[in-house]
């Protein structure tokens, strides 16, 4: 590790140390998936060999232990997001749930015809499709402030594209595509000058920087533990108390109220109004020990390793002949994208994957992004707490090897190219 850990991280996570037909995983596809560290997978299994129950039900020995497992992991999160109160922290299964349950539950209420819904030129689908579908129903207009040639966004392009019917302006804080950092903080104050309600997709953000959602002051802030080294199917919604109060669920059954009827008004409270069935209990319990992981390596100090890492991949790649890496931000989100030229990105992907290199290829969930680069799709390498400059430097390395020229028509994944 570049950051100067106090310690060597590798040996926490069990998968560096399996075998990939002879060779060790060299894992740089961190923005899709993060790997899990032992002291998340141990949480886990000691919850469930320990305290394994419901919550919020019984009465009995192990219910309390869970329920109160399961509290804590709540307030693990309020503390990771310096919230206000515990109350404000929704969990929900992942970033694109949190992004639906906004957009139906509360946006839904704001929004009507003529309105207008502001999402920037980066996002992707899962904060792009949930207000499509808003607008589509309400008969809004949604709107993108748009990106420049680099793909980056700029504080003027969300000025420009604000009028006097933006009711929402959803963002991403840190582009999954190519690390771009939105500035959030700026967009939420801007929005809030004109009474605009800010929600602030955290997905690429929350592991490589500590984020305070009372200093970003946006209304609602969400992200997925499993993109900072936690279990999959754990994601987290912030939203203003104000907000929370006002918000619509949207499931309905057990564990949301205390009692239901036939036909009296339904009395539920934030943020159980927005968890009905049994919740992932093992997996909040393994979120908040992720928590507990990268803030004893320091949020910060993981933010300039991995950009450290991206950075010099960037450079690499840069004097490559015939290489094009996208963006001219330095990659704080710790991710690089690039294109080899004439090579298919999944050619690309391909190649690196024979010697052992895991990256993404393709659009990344973000095709009208992808589009407006005017390409079909690119390499992403993208780095975490495990990384080394050995691993970026087999990546650059085999990259220059890369077999110009060839552009396979036969790909597996070719179907979710745009035509
Ligand atoms: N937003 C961004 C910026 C992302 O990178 C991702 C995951 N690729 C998502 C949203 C969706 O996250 P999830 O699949 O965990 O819901």
Wanted: with cysteine; charged share 20%; glycine share 10%.
């Amino acid at each position: 590790p570049v950051a100067g850990f106090v310690r060597d991280v590798r040996a926490d996570f069990p998968i560096l140390a399996t075998d990939l037909d002879g060779k060790p995983p060299v894992y740089l596809d961190n923005a899709a998936t993060t790997q899990v560290p032992r002291p998340v997978l141990d949480a886990m299994t000691d919850y469930y060999c320990n305290d394994n129950s419901n919550v919020g039900r019984g009465i009995h020995t192990l219910g309390m232990r869970a329920t109160d497992r399961f509290m804590r992991s709540r307030e693990r999160a309020r503390a990771f997001l310096n919230a206000a109160v515990a109350s404000e922290v929704v969990f929900t299964k992942s970033t694109t749930e949190s992004v639906n349950l906004v957009a139906e539950g509360f946006a839904g209420q704001l929004v009507s015809a003529g309105d207008e819904v502001l999402i920037s030129g980066l996002e992707h689908h899962s904060n792009l499709l949930p207000w499509r579908r808003l607008c589509e129903r309400t008969g809004a207009t949604l709107k993108i402030a748009a990106v420049d040639e680099h793909g980056e966004p700029s504080l003027d392009s969300f000025r420009a594209a604000i009028s006097e019917r933006t009711r929402v302006i959803a963002v991403a804080h840190v582009s999954n595509v190519q690390g771009t950092v939105n500035p959030v903080r700026e967009i939420a104050a801007l929005g809030h000058d004109q009474g605009i309600i800010v929600v602030v997709d955290g997905a690429q953000a929350v592991a490589h920087r500590a984020v305070n959602v009372q200093e970003i002051g946006a209304d609602f802030y969400c992200f997925s533990a499993h993109k900072m080294y936690g279990p999959h199917g754990t994601g987290v919604l912030w939203g203003k108390a104000e907000h929370l109060d006002r918000m619509d669920p949207l499931l309905l059954g057990g564990g949301m109220a205390p009692i239901a009827s036939y036909d009296g008004p339904l009395r539920s409270m934030p943020p159980l109004r927005f968890e009905a069935g049994t919740p992932n209990i093992a997996g909040m319990v393994g979120l908040a020990a992720a928590m507990d992981y990268l803030d004893g390596l320091g949020r910060d100090a993981v933010g300039v390793h991995d950009a450290a890492l991206a950075v010099r991949a960037a450079e690499g790649l840069r004097a490559l002949d015939g290489v094009t890496v996208y963006g001219t931000q330095e990659p704080l989100g710790g991710i690089v994208s690039f294109n080899v030229d004439g090579v298919h990105p999944h050619d690309v992907g391909s190649h690196l994957n024979a010697v052992g290199i895991a990256t993404r290829t393709g659009v990344h969930c973000a095709s009208p992004f992808i589009d407006t680069l005017g390409i079909v799709g690119s390499v992403r390498a993208s780095f975490g707490v495990y990384n080394t400059m050995d691993e970026v430097q087999l990546l650059i390395d085999t990259v220059a090897t890369a077999e110009k020229g060839f552009w396979s028509t036969n790909h597996p994944n070719e179907r979710f190219l745009p035509a």
